[in-house]
């Protein structure tokens, strides 16, 4: 059984990893399709579940490509962002509980 790195940069919230449920938020993990929003879920050590827009995801093969990122250039509208997560989860979750976050994830 091999593992996979994928780096991301998101900007997101850690909300834990016992926030996360498989059949509410699977459409929504790792950037699917017709996602509302983005949920990266640590499924191997229970660490995390960081929700938000991914900004950069590394290539399996080949890391980040270097990018000048500037957070007020991001186009993502914090308050729907912060509505649509907190719909999602079932809590209170606030604009300025989003950061830029640069993280590695295995799977």
Known sequence: ?????????????????????WDKHEAETEGGPGARFDIVYDGMCGKYCIAGKIIAQSDAYEGFDMAKIEPEKLNVDRDALAATVSSAFEREVSPNDFSLILFSHFS
């Open 1 to 21: 059984m091999g593992v996979d790195r994928t780096d991301y940069l998101m900007l997101g919230t850690d909300l834990g990893a016992k926030a996360f449920d």
